[in-house]
T-cell receptor
Framework: QKEVEQNSGPLSVPEGAIASLNCTYS??????FFWYRQYSGKSPELIMS????GDKEDGRFTAQLNKASQYVSLLIRDSQPSDSATYLC????????FGKGTLLTVNP | AAGVIQSPRHLIKEKRETATLKCYPI?????VYWYQQGPGQDPQFLIS???????DKGSIPDRFSAQQFSDYHSELNMSSLELGDSALYFC??????????????FGSGTRLTVV
């Protein structure tokens, strides 16, 4: 079992819709969580980080962390075609461990 | 702002050859991480260094070795290359204590092709 699991995807949403990405983790030692966006052949780019239980909003992005349920999510509001990419959920316990990623396609 | 610099960007090697990948972290970042990403796969953690000492080890083959130098740059040495080593190799850096919203910063990667 991977330390970080992303089982949703690939995900396809129309432009302007809300995209919901989910991830669970098994390492209770993980203290911080990250969502990275990766375009094909490019390096991962940090979208959001979340350290505390609850919601964290940054523009069109909202991350949610529930440590009791070991669950992390990312909501993308008003999705744009430029948001089309693979989204990697990562948990950090002295190193960053990724889930397998969710491919998001936003259709114009 | 300075980013993580990786070289070379592309590398083509034959089977059984040796390759060396280099990573220059962001200034004042004392921790370096190496990842391997095969086609359609997520980045797999290989190894990390903190203050020039190995801090963690993941799924790194015995044929690979790495070190961090006094100027904090790191090199990943890969010997007896196999076709399956063809992948994107990313280096990331961070300070020892990662501030929220800072995260781990990734370099542009080295694409290694073994033929």
């Amino acid at each position: 079992q991977k330390e970080v699991e992303q089982n949703s995807g690939p995900l396809s949403v129309p432009e302007g819709a809300i995209a919901s990405l989910n991830c669970t983790y098994s390492d209770r030692g993980s203290q911080s969580f990250f969502w990275y966006r990766q375009y094909s052949g490019k390096s991962p780019e940090l979208i959001m980080s979340i350290y505390s239980n609850g919601d964290k909003e940054d523009g069109r992005f909202t991350a949610q962390l529930n440590k009791a349920s070991q669950y992390v999510s990312l909501l993308i509001r008003d999705s744009q075609p430029s948001d089309s990419a693979t989204y990697l959920c990562g948990g950090s316990n002295y190193k960053l461990t990724f889930g397998k990623g969710t491919l998001l396609t936003v259709n114009p | 702002a300075a980013g993580v610099i990786q070289s070379p960007r592309h590398l083509i090697k034959e089977k059984r050859e040796t390759a060396t990948l280099k990573c220059y972290p962001i200034p004042r970042h004392d921790t370096v991480y190496w990842y391997q990403q095969g086609p359609g796969q997520d980045p797999q953690f290989l190894i990390s260094f903190y203050e020039k000492m190995q801090s963690d080890k993941g799924s790194i083959p015995d044929r690979f070795s790495a070190q961090q130098f006094s100027d904090y740059h790191s090199e990943l040495n890969m010997s007896s290359l196999e076709l399956g080593d063809s992948a994107l190799y990313f280096c990331a850096s961070s300070p020892a204590t990662i501030e929220e919203d800072a995260g781990y910063t990734f370099g542009s990667g080295t694409r290694l092709t073994v033929v």
